[in-house]
């Protein structure tokens, strides 16, 4: 049974209540300790100082994040600047600010979502949360995922209430359906499509089946890519051909992961308004 099967597996009979709290799930989804949150923090102000500064401004411009990041009790918290905040915070901060910095560089206002992946749906709510006060409006978020866990996003982000129209798809559906109309102009993915493994049971490659029926196919694309074992790297380098030269390397993100770990685990790749090879 793979890592995976495990986690959906797993995350049949979760609720609201404990929804982040369930120790497989957290490793697989989030897995972050103290350390991180500090290290993630700091890059973030490094970074994005135009977003954000100070964690105290922040959450006076954000009030409900505390209250938000406390949904469904998480496994990993920490304390920083007197916030009980999750371990994870931080990073989903990073990811939100920096597809927040490219859509507003490349002059999107109004966006149509598809997250590939997406876990508990942190990221979702980040941006559902913060978007409108940058001007951007996001009119659709969809998420695919395996069985339950996409039934899991779905629960969490229910619990939120959002004003948008939201799309949670089982991966099997849209396996069987690669025509399937998803209806975005935004195609993201927060490590997910670096770590699912790449070959699946029927022996098919499954990030090119996401590059070649999904990718290729919407105008704007933005990853935080995630290798994971010795085939990714071949992966991104069939994925650069695919976007030609309009793929962008901005950095090893956060910046400065890399030396920290003296491993390159992390690549961040924006592709906003690119041409497809034909």
Not at 67 to 88: E, F, H, Q, R, W
Request: charged fraction near 25%.
């Amino acid at each position: 049974m793979t890592t995976y099967t495990k986690c959906n597996e797993e995350a049949k009979n979760v609720n609201i209540v404990n929804i982040r709290n369930n120790r497989m799930l957290n490793a697989m989804i989030e897995g972050e300790g103290a350390a991180a949150t500090w290290f993630n923090m700091e890059n973030l102000k490094k970074d994005y100082p135009q977003y954000f500064t100070n964690f105290n401004e922040f959450v006076n411009k954000f009030p409900t994040i505390i209250t938000d990041d406390a949904v469904g009790n998480p496994y990993l918290k920490c304390t920083y600047m007197n916030y009980k905040i999750s371990t994870s915070l931080p990073r989903y901060l990073w990811y939100a600010f920096d597809i927040i910095n490219e859509l507003t560089k490349s002059n999107i206002k109004n966006v149509k979502i598809f997250e590939i992946g997406g876990g508990y749906g942190i990221l979702a709510r980040i941006l559902l949360r913060i978007s409108k006060k940058y001007n951007i409006k996001i009119k659709k978020y969809s998420m695919v995922d395996v069985d339950n866990i996409v039934k899991l996003q779905k629960k969490y982000l229910d619990y939120f209430n959002f004003d948008c129209e939201t799309n949670f798809i089982n991966f099997s559906e849209l396996y069987k359906n690669p025509d399937m109309d998803i209806d975005c102009n935004l195609i993201i993915s927060s490590g997910s499509l670096g770590e699912i493994g790449e070959v699946s049971e029927d022996g098919k490659n499954i990030q090119n089946f996401y590059i070649q029926n999904f990718l290729n196919k919407c105008p704007n694309v933005h990853l935080h890519w995630s290798p994971q074992g010795p085939k990714t790297s071949h992966t991104f380098q069939s994925f650069k051909s695919y976007t030609k030269k309009d793929i962008k390397h901005l950095f090893h993100a956060p910046s400065g992961l890399e030396n920290a770990l003296k491993d390159k685990t992390r690549e961040t790749i924006s592709l906003f308004k690119y041409k497809k090879v034909s």
